[in-house]
């Protein structure tokens, strides 16, 4: 597979769709050519953001990583692994197991690295210092496998993003201080990755908790990072400016983001009439995207009633879904002060505030993050 070439297939038929593209992508040979005639060490990197089931738009199907598994083990490949960490405030083993990850892997008798165990260490992204994850440099070739999804504070996430699985959770909460956008683009210099899939079966386009899945039945194979990350932002309907990882990225030398350059190949899942079970997959013209993102600028309305300040996504992505379903009920606009939320507010005062970092405020609800259902009674009952 090209670093300039885009596979995408759309179908029905999760794992066969995940096995033609690591067919059409020469996985198994891109693997050879990088690390000889060895015994690699190999990673799959999903996303298990949290113990949310992927037909909620928010994790990886584990009909893709079950696929690849089965490509690799049939190809010879004995040494891998699925390593990940749940964002901030989940624990991984809780993903596993709500995801099937912890069942699957326990079935094709793969080790799972639970990298919220693993300790850090420094090393030099392109010249900002960052702590990564010392059993993912390790690995000898990564296999990222991404959803492609909205996000509350970067807009999207996908191949680039996805790597902040591979940092401790300390490391996480320093990344919301610094912008995200920022120390996102330098680790994707410090964790190369080698192959994508990305999920676009059913991916909430707002938010990275799920929540809102749009079935789309789709996955785009990529060997840059940069440059699928390029083209999902066309998908999510937005400009490339507005997600700047991408270029500081690209800056760095991680990959290439101009999509129009890109050899773009589509291919559409057929199946044949003999009792209905053979399945091939025709090249077809990349279909245009017929739906609004971000209908009404519902993002952008609800964060009108929060202050955040370095929240971690999982307390703001949280949150934003909650007042989503407040304003549904007409319930957002009898909250009468701005929610304040983030790290920016440890050890100041203010009137209305959740999670821990707002312990000092008027009126708050403790959390590390606080769930939905705990932010939407304290929300629904306040009385200021």
């Known amino acids: 597979m090209n670093k300039n070439e885009l596979i995408i297939i759309e179908g029905r038929s999760v794992a066969d769709m995940a096995l033609e593209l690591c067919r059409r992508g020469d996985l198994a040979d891109m ?16 996303n298990l953001v949290g113990p949310i089931p992927a037909s909620d738009g928010a994790t990886t199907h584990p009909e893709i990583a079950e696929a690849v598994l089965s490509y690799l083990k049939k190809n010879g490949f004995k040494r891998i692994v699925v390593m990940e960490s749940s964002w901030v405030g989940d624990r991984t083993s809780d993903s596993l197991l709500v995801t099937g990850f912890g069942e699957m892997c326990r079935r094709m008798d793969i080790p799972f690295w639970d990298l919220q165990e693993d300790r850090g260490s420094a090393v030099d992204a392109a010249g900002l210092e ?36 591979c940092i401790p959770s300390s490391e996480k909460r320093r990344f919301h201080r610094m912008g995200l956008h920022d120390p996102i683009g330098h680790l994707a210099a410090a964790v190369h990755q080698d192959f994508i899939i990305a999920d676009v079966i059913c991916p909430d386009l707002l938010f990275e908790d799920g929540g809102n899945p749009v079935q789309l039945d789709r996955m785009i194979c990529a060997a840059d990072p940069v440059l699928m990350d390029a083209y ?14 991408i270029r500081i990225a690209a800056a760095l030398g991680a990959g290439c983001p101009d999509t129009s350059q890109a050899e773009v190949s589509f291919y559409l899942e057929k199946r044949g009439h003999e009792h209905g079970t053979k399945i091939r997959y025709v090249r077809a013209e990349v279909p245009s995207l017929p739906w609004n993102r971000d209908p009404g600028g519902m993002l952008i309305r609800l964060r009108e009633h929060v202050d955040e300040v370095d929240s971690c996504s999982a307390c703001c992505g949280t949150l934003i879904p909650v007042l989503q379903k407040l ?17 920016g507010y440890r050890g100041k005062t203010g009137n209305l505030g959740i999670g821990n970092c707002t312990s000092r405020f008027c009126h708050t609800l403790k959390g590390c993050p606080p769930t939905a259902d705990e932010m939407y009674r304290f929300l629904s009952q306040l009385d200021v």
């Open 232 to 245: 999902g932002s066309k998908i999510l309907a937005l400009e490339q400016e507005e997600v700047s990882y």
């Open 327 to 343: 304003e549904q009920e007409g319930k957002l606009d009898q909250i009468p002060d701005k929610i304040c939320i983030g790290q």
């Open 31 to 46: 693997i050879r050519e990088k690390c000889g005639d060895g015994d690699p060490l190999i990673a799959l990197k999903p």
């Open 130 to 165: 960052l702590n990564i994850c010392e059993r993912v440099r390790e690995v000898d070739y990564l296999i990222n496998l991404p959803v492609l999804k909205g996000h509350c504070q970067t807009r999207m996430t996908c191949a680039l993003k996805n790597m902040k699985g």
